[in-house]
């Protein structure tokens, strides 16, 4: 997390109630199989946070200051889709609200298969441009790292990458080796939730 970045005034308190929403809504402490196919005891779905108004309004706007802080020069933001698509079209509308419009991009999991077959669905972003990576929750770090690859091959920089949650099971740091010189910054922890 940035330094200091959630303790100022405007941001602590939307953080402290995304939080709470993530924990009343998405967290379920229960034996589960995850993406990756390890067991867990605890699951934590995004999902009934990020597609809800209140959760999509308050992931949007502390996304796009995360985007602002550590990588102003971020021209869209998108990740793979489905976990990333309403992250990356929340923090695109806050980014609009902001006076500093960034669109958001697609990653598909596989090519479109017809018309142009490409795997990155966007608005028209100049070639080598900036962005960010969304995602909802870095486990291995898999997700990521096929939207940080799929990005690069499309011929866009990643300026950084941003997670909601990191369940710490070694995925942050697979994918901070990966983007290098760029942040990847989570919004919260596994001992948030534990």
């Known amino acids: 997390m940035p330094d200091g970045l959630f303790d100022r005034p405007a941001l602590a308190p ?7 929403l993530l924990r009343t809504r998405a967290y379920a402490k229960r ?8 067991k867990s005891d605890f699951y934590i779905d995004c999902k009934q ?14 996304i796009h200051a995360v985007i602002e802080h550590v990588a102003p020069r971020a021209m869209a933001v998108g990740g793979l889709t489905m976990g ?8 695109s509308i806050a980014s609009f609200r902001a006076g500093q419009p960034r669109p958001a991009f697609l990653v598909r999991k596989e090519p479109k298969g017809h018309g142009t077959n490409q795997w990155v669905e966007s608005p028209a972003i100049p070639q080598g441009s900036p962005v960010a990576i969304v995602e909802d929750v870095v486990t291995t770090g898999a997700s990521t790292l096929k939207a940080i690859e799929r990005v690069r091959l499309a ?6 990458a941003i997670a909601l949650v990191d369940r710490s099971e070694g995925g942050s740091g697979t994918v901070s080796r990966v983007l290098g010189e760029a942040p990847l910054v989570t919004l919260f922890m596994r001992r948030d939730f534990l």
């Open 14 to 20: 939307k953080r402290a109630r995304l939080l709470e």
């Open 31 to 38: 034996e589960v199989i995850l993406s990756s196919g390890a």
């Open 84 to 91: 990333a698509d309403p992250l990356a079209t929340a923090s």
């Open 155 to 160: 011929g866009f920089e990643v300026a950084c």
């Open 49 to 62: 946070v990020t597609l809800d108004a209140e959760g999509a309004v308050l992931c949007g706007e502390l």
